[in-house]
């Protein structure tokens, strides 16, 4: 017989914003959801693919998921056992020989189990004007990881991220080339969605 014991472990947010990561092998980029905000499937705002929610945890919120629901686990083992043993040896129980056996059972020290990990540091926050997701993301992308809408307002949000770029950076020689790739980016996720609407051939831009 299979028993299935149910554990329930909070994972942290920051801000109110949960760390996501992209379950496609092709893209697996991190983005973050207000903690309310989060649907039973959700989109990549990167690459639009949708996933069902429970697949876009990171790879440190696994490792802690796994850690806290191993510790709940072995504290669930080691009461059953002493269940067990007090149902077998609870009482004294002596025997013609004047054998006798009495359990008492020891206290379970339950490890706290505290992730190692704390959400990364993103550039833009925003808020889907028609799904009203709110929602961060790390360089250029192109939709609402809620409804996977792609409005100008995502446009407005990469050149300004584009433009901070290169007034933030030391280096604005490198920056400008960055911003390059970027704005090439930012421009192919613009035509890809123009021609999802005409046709249904894909283009190919070449990777910078
Ligand atoms: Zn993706
Ligand atoms: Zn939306």
């Known amino acids: 017989m299979t028993k299935t014991i149910t554990f329930t ?3 942290p947010t920051k801000e109110g914003f949960l760390g996501r990561a992209c ?3 092709d893209c697996g980029q991190y983005f973050k959801i207000y903690i309310d905000h989060r649907e039973e499937h959700m989109y990549c705002p990167y690459c639009g693919k949708q996933f069902s929610e429970t697949e876009l945890y990171t790879s440190d919120q696994k490792k802690y998921i796994l850690e806290a629901a191993k510790e709940e686990a072995t504290v669930y083992a080691q009461k059953e056992l002493q269940k067990i043993l007090k149902e077998t040896f609870g009482r004294s129980t002596s025997s013609n020989s004047g054998f006798s056996v009495s359990y008492k059972p020891g206290k379970i020290n339950k490890r706290k189990v505290a ?3 704390s959400e990364r540091k993103v550039d833009s926050e925003l808020l889907c004007p028609s799904c009203t997701t709110r929602f961060q993301v790390y360089g250029v992308f192109g939709f609402c990881p809620g409804c996977r809408e792609e409005n100008l307002l995502i446009y407005d949000a990469n050149w300004s991220i ?3 770029e290169v007034d933030d950076s030391k280096n604005p ?5 960055h911003a390059y790739g970027d704005f090439v980016s930012a421009f192919e996720i613009f035509c890809d969605s123009k021609a999802s609407k005409l046709t249904t051939e894909k ?3 070449q990777i910078l």
């Open 9 to 11: 472990v909070s994972v």
């Open 23 to 25: 379950h496609s092998s």
């Open 115 to 117: 992730p190692k990990y």
């Open 162 to 164: 584009i433009k901070r």
């Open 173 to 177: 020689e490198r920056a400008l080339r």
């Open 203 to 205: 283009g190919n831009f």
